[in-house]
């Protein structure tokens, strides 16, 4: 692993949240999911579209399973964004919305995010080269023909998606890169353009939610015109709906159907869309089950044993981790962090596998012995309060200099309800539970 590699994954786990990169090797657990991933990523990039939904209780990896997915896809050429869902910033329901923070976040092989303008001038080249390998046209741009022709079925949707992507080359071409800038930030989905810069290409106003599907569409065309093997779009946190207005969360839950719909119907090819729940979203009053239709689309069977979940169903199950799982994952990141210390061999002496059972096994109790949702602090006291000591004190032993503590302000809602269950079961009254103020 390259330093900056690890320094990145150590980083992440030292501020308890999901690194960026090297998650495969993280995977704890994941081995089941591998091969059902790599034949959906094929299926996408053969021209097909695959809806995926991923359930587990909070904490139990959900955010870590879709990033390694969005990793493992890079690895096989896909370009890859990350949605938040909520109701002000992004919600489901406002597809222009959703679209704007799809073209913000994504990401190449090569481009960790912000990757539009890397996207649309990489098509260019590739239409440039092409353009110069057919017959030339006297008079005319052949590269602007080639881009008429290659988007002639998009522009009967979203005819403003090749207007405006004609008019960004014509001001490339010209040298006025501030409508360029204008134009890829309105193809983006960005509101408040000038209306100069809108006029060039001949449309007004903002995108709006209609036209949010024939944009996606068109990038959709692109990325496959640019050699890309397809889209991984995720939507995270989708269970925010439950909390909405009930007129909000109905508009949200039919927009999903709608977007199953229309991956079912074959407009989207080469898109991989994944969203993660909690089981109360899945199967609760309040969340997928409010809308029978979507309902039916999203319905797995969950009552057999979990080893043997089917990975290939439209939704997937994650289980959370064991002692053993936390053992193993606790032992991969002291080895990652080992291979960078001062002292590699006195990083392992000291903290070994039977000094990582006792601390999974003091943070699990902490939480009320939930330990399929302790992995996230775990790896954070782990790496701040025991790795980092060893590390920069000689004579620091954690079996003898350190002892748990966990402040209520570092945990998250389901880690800090765990915790107060598990204080209020050993209290064994709510009057003997010490409360941080």
């Not at 692993?1 to 786990?13: F, G, N, Q, T």
């Not at 919305?97 to 073209?103: K, N, P």
């Not at 800038?181 to 353009?193: T, Y």
């Amino acid at each position: 692993m390259s330093p900056r590699r690890r320094k990145d994954i150590v980083d992440a786990l030292r501020r308890g949240t999901v690194p960026q990169q090297g998650l495969d090797i993280l995977a704890v657990g994941l081995a089941k999911f591998e091969h059902a991933v790599d034949e959906e990523l094929q299926t996408v990039s053969g021209g097909g579209a695959v809806f995926k939904a991923v359930r587990g209780e909070y904490g139990s990896g959900k955010t870590f399973y879709t990033r390694w997915l969005t990793e493992r896809a890079k690895r096989a050429g896909f370009v890859t964004t990350e949605i938040q869902i909520s109701e002000t910033e992004t919600p489901l329901h406002k597809l222009e919305t959703v679209y704007r923070r799809l073209t913000e976040n994504l990401a190449t092989p090569t481009t960790p995010s912000g990757a539009l303008r890397d996207v649309v001038d990489g098509w260019f080249y590739i239409l440039d080269h092409d353009a110069k390998d057919g017959a030339p046209r006297a008079g005319g741009d052949e590269t602007l023909d080639l881009l008429q022709r290659r988007l002639s079925g998009i522009s009967k949707e979203a005819p403003a998606f090749a207007a405006v992507l004609r008019s960004y080359r014509m001001a490339q071409t010209a040298g006025d890169s501030a409508t360029a800038d204008g134009l890829l930030a309105w193809l983006g989905g960005q509101p408040h353009v000038a209306s100069s810069v809108k006029r060039t290409a001949g449309v007004r106003g903002d995108l709006d939610h209609f036209g949010a599907l024939g944009f996606l569409q068109g990038l959709l065309t692109v990325l496959r015109d640019s050699d890309y093997a397809g889209l991984v779009v995720v939507l995270d946190e989708v269970e925010t709906l439950q909390r909405m207005r009930s007129d909000v969360r109905e508009k949200s839950l039919n927009a999903l159907r709608q977007l199953m719909d229309e991956i079912d119907g074959g407009r989207f090819p080469g898109l991989y869309l994944i969203l993660t729940g909690t089981p109360a979203f899945f199967d609760g009053q309040q969340g997928v089950q409010r809308l029978p239709p979507l309902a039916q689309r999203l319905q797995t069977d969950f009552t057999t044993d979990v080893r043997f979940d089917n990975p290939r169903a439209t939704q997937i199950r994650l289980t959370g981790f064991t002692p053993d799982s936390l053992l193993e994952l606790g032992s991969r990141v002291r080895d990652i962090y080992a291979s960078g210390a001062k002292d590699p061999d006195r990083v392992r002496d000291l903290v070994d596998d039977d000094y990582l059972k006792d601390l999974a096994t003091a943070v699990g109790g902490e939480l009320g012995g939930r330990t399929g949702i302790a992995p996230r602090l775990f790896l954070k006291k782990l790496v701040s309060d025991v790795l980092d000591r060893v590390d920069l004190f000689g004579d620091f032993n954690p079996r003898r200099d350190y002892r748990l503590t966990v402040n209520v302000g570092e945990l998250t809602h389901a880690e800090r309800e765990a915790h107060l269950r598990g204080n209020r079961s050993a209290a064994g009254s709510v009057d003997e539970i010490e409360l941080d103020i």
